[in-house]
């Protein structure tokens, strides 16, 4: 079992729809938690970081986390063409050692 | 620095070269990491630094691949003796200190042919 996995897709949705991307990871002490947007041919850059149980939001997006069925995920709302993107889920691992670990990521389009 | 700088940009060499990746954190950044990149495939984990002490190294795939911060800014990614399967996209990511969220240059493509 991979340690931070994620649906490759692509997730394809209209403009203006709710896309929702999921994340599973499989070290349960795991306390820090990430979403990061990379563009084709670009660096990854930084969206959400949530390291409580529940719902953060921030403008469109809002990060969920569920520690109890090691589950993360990502909505964003009123999604535009300019938010096709790959998204990637990063988890810190446990044990004093914070090496964020990378999902795959989901690959997102939206369409006009 | 205004952001992580990576030199080269990109890096063609021949097979069984050396290869010296650099990268300039943003400044005032404890915390250094590097990662691979392949296409379609989210970072893996190669080695971080604290300041100029390598935290966890485990991610190298072998021998051939070291990495050094011994100032504790700078940090240069060295792969020996190159192999094809090298190939890849190698990313260097700074933050204020472990387990903050991550600033990426923009890369170093390496081409071993």
């Known amino acids: 079992q991979k340690e931070v996995e994620q649906n490759s897709g692509p997730l394809s949705v209209p403009e203006g729809a709710i896309a929702s991307l999921n994340c599973t990871y499989s070290?349960?002490?795991?306390?820090?938690f990430f979403w990061y947007r990379q563009y084709s041919g670009k660096s990854p850059e930084l969206i959400m970081s949530?390291?409580?149980?529940g719902d953060k939001e921030d403008g469109r997006f809002t990060a969920q986390l569920n520690k109890a069925s090691q589950y993360v995920s990502l909505l964003i709302r009123d999604s535009q063409p300019s938010d096709s993107a790959t998204y990637l889920c990063?988890?810190?691992?446990?044990?004093?050692?914070?090496?964020?670990?990378f999902g795959r990521g989901t690959s997102l389009i939206v369409h006009p | 620095g205004a952001g992580v700088s990576q030199s080269p940009r990109y890096k063609v060499t021949k097979r069984g070269q050396d290869v010296a990746l650099r990268c300039d954190p943003i400044?005032?950044?404890?915390?250094l990491y590097w990662y691979r990149q392949a296409l379609g495939q989210g970072p893996e984990f190669l080695t971080y630094?604290?300041?100029?002490?390598?935290?966890?190294k485990s991610g190298l795939p072998n021998d051939r691949f070291s990495a050094e911060r011994p100032e504790g800014s700078i940090s240069t990614l060295t792969i020996q003796r190159t192999e094809q399967r090298d190939s890849a996209m190698y990313r260097c990511?700074?933050?204020?200190?472990?387990?903050?969220?991550?600033?990426f240059g923009s890369g170093t493509q390496l081409s071993v042919l």
């Open positions: 990511a700074s933050s204020f200190f472990q387990n903050e969220k991550l600033f």
């Open positions: 400044s005032g950044h404890v915390s």
């Open positions: 949530i390291y409580s149980n």
């Open positions: 070290d349960r002490g795991s306390q820090s």
């Open positions: 990063a988890v810190n691992r446990a044990g004093g050692s914070y090496i964020p670990t």
């Open positions: 630094f604290n300041y100029e002490a390598q935290q966890d």
